[in-house]
């Protein structure tokens, strides 16, 4: 992305209009796979780990698979309110400061197989990691939602800008 990115807009296939800004979000979230997921532990410390996200785009959320385990599974079910970073990759010999970025403030929400949106989330993860398929009949996983609150989105270098939340979900829901 460069600097010169406007918030002009450009027709979708659906007959509405999206923002350069609001394309560049959506198809940097559809484009990456993991996210830096931070949570908070018990004694109020930050906890900053790697997970694996999908999107499921009927309900605007993020999904995660996460292990009974796992510390920040924990720390979630604590603590709902989380935040995630997703980045563009890094190239080799281009500047790291203008990498594609956002950070979105969450609310974490533990899915049982009973939850209504348990189906639709167990389906987009597995359309995205149908790797991951034989890890959801293992009984300490869980499927997570993220409900995203607001965000802050860099573009490129000089692009940026404070997301709400309707507008995350329609990058979301696209």
Do not use: K
Request: charged share 20%; net charge negative.
């Amino acid at each position: 992305m460069t600097a010169g990115l406007s918030e002009t807009t450009e027709p979708t296939g659906a007959g509405m209009h999206e923002s350069r800004l609001a394309r560049a979000l959506r198809e940097l979230l559809a484009r990456r796979r993991v996210a830096a997921l931070a949570t908070h532990q018990a004694d109020g410390t930050p906890f900053v780990s790697m997970v694996p996200y999908a999107i499921e785009p009927t309900q605007g959320v993020l999904v995660l698979h996460v292990s009974g385990l796992a510390a920040h599974t924990a720390n979630m079910e604590r603590q709902p309110l989380t935040a995630c970073l997703v980045n563009e990759a890094e190239v080799e010999g281009e500047p790291v400061h203008a990498l594609a970025r956002v950070t979105l403030h969450t609310r974490a929400e533990t899915l049982h197989a009973h939850h209504p949106m348990w189906t639709s989330c167990r389906q987009a993860y597995l359309q995205r990691f149908p790797e991951a398929e034989p890890m959801t009949a293992l009984p300490d996983f869980r499927f997570v939602a993220l409900h995203v609150l607001a965000a802050r989105h860099v573009a490129g270098f000089g692009a940026a800008r404070s997301v709400d939340a309707e507008e995350l979900q329609r990058a979301l829901r696209y």
